[in-house]
């Protein structure tokens, strides 16, 4: 029996565990990145650590998220991070140079190697087939540190696409395609792999945005060849002796199989407040919009801005609507300036921002009150733009630049321009300047934000205490912890922590803390697809700090799950879902015999308030275990 492409990558990684679907195993990880908003912890996590520098092939730090600078907490945060990359051995990315999986993509991401990022949205390096996953911060710090990385081993879907994409249908179009058919939840511990003819059609930027938001359907990553496209992108990126070819067996097994005929696919949209919430465009036309964004990591290449401006030229923006522009990286701002991109832009009236985030996070650019806001990014989770009563849609930067011209949504294929000429460039513009390389000799700056990451206890012998909230499906990480103005809090975790669930009860973290200061253990009670979203491990930190001792929900998804037993807290799924009715916010509950419940995986959840007792499964591997009874894995690991 062949093998697939990923099962390829994780035979020629496996330092631990057999590698048969299902089972526990642990991967070598050849390169790492981090981000601004989860990094700080992540290097303090690493510092705790004892190291004198960084053990695995390739640690690059980016700072993309957090560039807009009120007050003191995030210059002080970046210093810390070029200082501490410095002395640690690790390539540092400064404030401007770009968003790091665009920037990895370009200049660092190889075929057939793995890569552990403490952001989400790590898998877009799937576009150049590499195995790329996102993960917590502390996860990603253990990597730098040599320590090899724990999945279980997944379940591979096969997505064969046949045909080839029509004008003015892209790349966005594919994976909300894919997003309709597998949606948010349910796809815990799976790999999505990309084969067929119709893969030899799209470039490495257009797989990459595939393999993006791929993570918005809850897979461990997406993979695509490394074929003659991928020798080709990274010749132009004057990579070319890093090409290796690397494909899946024909005769490899899969799970499951979905078929795509690119041909029959047009344009589409994500409506609100989900990513897998899929419309028509043409369904669409005519509702009036007041904001366009195009950028982020999933739609900020150089071909995606050449194809916004072919269709913004000779045009203005429509008086009732803003439009702001944003290149992936510094790269893609300095080739749209010398082609006359940047010009054309311009003159149609977009704003240019900066190369980061910015607003896909709510770090900016929050639209106004009730308004609709076409954006090109990955998350239209409710209140993530900063305005609750706005509503997001994702498009396809076509989609976006022909809808900014009309003030209202409008299918491209109606729009008079020629994209038929625009093509992968031969040769991109590099300059590397942007990189700072370490010399080893900083001495590391901390700024009066940063604290020490915070340790929980070892399991006690008895849980009992209270369901200090009770929330509903598909609840967010940024439910959980807010980002935009909040996130440069990050590294003071009592602060932060005074904004745990601000979207859903503001009244939350005061009432946890109330408990945990009469010696309590707190309960989250929750639905399906918990924790969904960013890789952000505060919102496990933050919880565990005011005293969250378990959570207990109907599914909980992957990265969540292990930053909940990377820092002590108990993930706790209902044997029978019915069960999630029975408690109530309130309620006084407790957990019967922990330490044997623990050993076996079945645990008994008393409701003291309804007199009932309810099953529980622990999902959590024998590894995780061990670190759940140490109170989490900087209690228990040992370089």
């Known amino acids: 029996m062949g093998q697939t492409e990923c099962y390829k990558i994780l035979s020629s990684h496996l330092v631990s565990g057999e590698l048969r679907q299902g089972e526990s195993i642990s991967i070598r990880i050849d390169q790492t990145l981090t981000q601004d908003a989860t990094g700080t912890m992540a290097y303090l996590e690493f510092e705790a650590l004892g190291l004198d520098r960084v053990r695995n092939e390739l640690a690059v730090s980016y700072v993309d998220h957090n560039t807009v600078q009120v007050g003191f907490e995030n210059a002080d ?17 400064r404030a401007g140079n770009g968003i790091c999986h665009q920037v990895h993509l370009e200049r660092f991401a190889r075929p057939g190697k793995t890569l552990l990022g403490s952001d989400s949205h790590t898998p877009t390096a799937g576009g150049i087939a590499s195995f790329a996953a996102g993960a917590g911060g502390l996860d990603v710090a253990l990597a730098m540190a040599g320590v090899p990385f724990s999945i279980i081993a997944p379940r591979v879907v096969e997505i064969r696409l046949h045909g080839h994409l029509r004008p003015f249908v892209t790349a966005k179009d594919v994976i909300l395609c894919v997003l309709e058919r597998f949606g948010v939840k349910g796809n815990v511990n799976t790999v999505f792999e990309y084969t067929g003819e119709g893969v030899n059609t799209l470039s490495v930027p257009e797989r990459a945005t595939i393999a993006n938001m791929g993570a918005e359907c809850g897979v461990t990553t997406s993979l695509f060849p490394s074929d003659g496209n991928t020798k080709a992108f990274l010749e132009a990126q004057g990579r070319g002796d890093e090409y290796i070819p690397l494909y899946p067996d024909e005769d490899a097994v899969y799970d499951d199989l979905f078929e795509i005929d690119l041909s029959s696919l047009e344009p589409l949209a994500a409506c609100p407040h989900s990513p897998g919430n899929i419309a028509k465009v043409s369904d669409l036309a005519g509702m009036r919009i007041n904001q366009v ?9 150089y071909m995606d801005l050449k194809k916004a401006a072919a269709i913004l030229k000779g045009h203005t923006v429509a008086p009732t609507v803003s439009l702001g522009v944003a290149p992936g990286s510094r790269e893609v701002l300095m080739m749209i300036t010398e082609d006359g991109t940047l010009e054309t832009l311009i003159k149609a009236g977009a704003r240019i921002l900066e190369s980061a985030c910015g607003f896909c996070i709510g770090n900016h650019q929050s639209p106004g009150t009730d308004s609709v806001s076409l954006r090109t990014s990955n998350r239209n989770f409710y209140a993530r733009s900063g305005t609750a009563s706005a509503s997001l849609y994702l498009v396809s930067p076509e989609t976006a630049a022909a809808s900014a011209i009309t003030g209202v949504f409008t299918d491209p294929r109606t729009v008079d ?12 513009l590099i300059d590397d300047s942007g990189f700072i390389l370490p010399t080893f000799s900083a001495e590391i700056f901390r700024g009066p934000n940063i604290g020490e990451p915070p340790r929980n206890t070892p399991m006690p012998d008895s849980i009992k205490g209270h369901a200090v909230i009770k929330v509903g499906d598909k609840i967010t990480t940024d439910h959980i912890m807010p980002a935009g103005a909040r996130l440069k809090y990050r590294s003071n975790i009592p602060h932060y922590a005074s904004f745990v669930f601000e979207s859903v009860d503001p009244s939350f973290p005061e009432r946890a803390a109330a408990y945990r200061d009469k010696g309590e253990s707190g309960f989250i009670i929750a639905g399906a697809s918990y924790g969904q979203g960013s890789s952000r491990e505060h919102a496990a930190i933050c919880p565990m700090y005011l005293g969250i001792r378990a959570v207990v929900a109907v599914s909980i998804e992957r990265i969540h799950q292990a930053n909940l037993c990377n820092f002590g807290i108990l993930p706790l799924l209902f044997r029978k879902e019915e069960d999630y009715q029975c408690i109530d916010q309130g309620d006084e509950l407790e957990l019967l015999d922990p330490a044997a419940s623990l050993e076996s995986g079945e645990f008994t959840l008393r409701d003291h308030t309804k007199g009932i007792d309810i099953p529980l499964d622990l999902f959590a591997s024998e590894e995780q275990k061990r670190m759940l009874s140490a109170g989490g894995r900087l209690n228990e690991v040992r370089i």
Request: net charge neutral; with cysteine; aromatic share 8%.
């Open 417 to 428: 321009a020629d994209l038929s000429s625009i093509t992968m460039p031969r040769h991109f």
């Open 293 to 301: 964004l195009i950028g982020s990591c999933t739609n900020s290449s």
């Open 77 to 93: 945060d970046h210093e810390y991070l070029r200082t501490v990359a410095d002395r640690k051995g690790v390539i540092y990315s």
